[in-house]
């Protein structure tokens, strides 16, 4: 087998976790129809597994105007495509994740840069988890004040 063309696309865990549910979905309408088709056991456990594991991902809660929006905002920065996709399938919560994500980032971009970056990702892709630590933090609260 020969790569014809090393990176043709590059597609968000979104993309990826809703091709999968269309794809296992088509599956199950053929075999309504014939129950005889049946679909290679390996293919399915690798389905089930990466649809379960891009379930536990921000990806699971993200909607395309998201993601226009995402895109939108980080349309000022100068970030490669996949430094966005980096971006947009992890959602950093702090500057460090972002140094992380993208190349030479020290040399492209100031502090004030990626402040405003984050704050971009964080208004576009908000985090179920965000609101997990606001009732963690709301419950450590009250306990402190119990005491």
């Not at 947009?88 to 500057?95: A, E, H």
Request: with cysteine.
């Amino acid at each position: 087998m020969q790569i014809k063309s090393v990176r043709s696309a590059l597609i968000t865990n979104y993309e990826v976790l809703r091709l999968l549910e269309e794809s296992q979905e088509a599956q199950k309408q053929v075999q309504k129809r014939d129950p005889s088709v049946e679909y290679p056991e390996h293919l399915r456990t690798v389905q089930f597994e990466l649809t379960e594991y891009l379930k536990e991902t921000p990806c699971s809660t993200q909607a395309p105007e998201q993601i226009s929006n995402f895109m939108k905002a980080m349309s000022k920065f100068e970030l490669t495509k996949a430094e966005k996709l980096q971006i947009l399938n992890l959602r950093p919560k702090s500057t460090v994740e972002i140094y992380l994500l993208i190349e030479e980032c020290e040399e492209r971009f100031t502090e004030e840069d990626l402040e405003q970056m984050l704050s971009s990702i964080i208004h576009t892709l908000p985090r179920d988890d965000d609101y997990e630590e606001e009732e963690e933090g709301e419950e450590e609260d009250a306990m402190d004040e119990d005491e």
